[in-house]
């Protein structure tokens, strides 16, 4: 981008010749940097999505149960790992924060279900401190995440058979 030339003399007789693109500001934009910046984040996100799904290692219990069904609104994820550790989806809550923070939450959801995953090795009463943690937080309908496959009680060994 420069200033025009003025051409003279030659053949046109003294006349101004421009070239096009000289001074005129170029009115279209170009989008293929745009396109390309965009493509490379796509990829970056599709390899970094899976990534971002790691969450505690739970060692959940086996159960004959079936799975509840699916609603529109995604349930509310509690965990309880093997060492105590209290998470709201995938972030930590300090145990004396959990009722309160379980309020704010259950004011902006349309849903009171929550899913409580809990490490098996996690002793009953701990679990049913944070379940009292959740009925006081406004969560009523409060479904436990177990491994599908676990014994029954006839005796007959898995649910699969």
């Known amino acids: ?13 003294g006349r ?12 279209e934009i170009n989008v293929t940097p745009f396109v390309d910046v965009m493509l490379v984040l796509l990829i970056i996100f599709m ?3 899976p990534l971002l799904t790691a969450g505690v290692p739970v060692e959940l219990p086996q159960t004959a149960a079936t799975p509840l069904p699916q609603e529109d609104e995604e349930p509310l994820a509690i ?8 998470q ?9 924060e959990l009722v309160t923070r ?6 902006e959801r349309q849903s009171d279900r929550v899913f409580l995953r809990a490490d098996g090795s ?13 009925n ?3 969560f009523r309908n409060i479904g436990l995440v177990t491994d599908a496959g676990g014994p029954t009680l006839d005796g007959t060994g898995t649910a699969d058979q």
Do not use: H, K, N
């Not at 981008?1 to 003025?6: D, E, L, P, Q």
């Not at 101004?16 to 009115?27: I, K």
């Open 88 to 96: 709201i989806g995938s972030q930590e809550v300090p145990r004396d």
């Open 1 to 13: 981008m420069g200033a025009g030339t003025i051409q003279s003399g030659g053949g046109s007789g």
């Open 47 to 49: 390899v970094a999505a």
């Open 16 to 27: 101004r010749r421009r070239r096009s693109s000289s001074g005129a500001p170029m009115s």
């Open 102 to 107: 379980l309020q704010a939450i259950a004011g």
């Open 122 to 134: 996690v002793p009953y009463s701990d679990i049913m401190v944070v379940m009292g943690a959740l």
């Open 79 to 86: 965990t309880v790992a093997a060492d105590g550790l209290v």
């Open 136 to 138: 006081a937080g406004g």
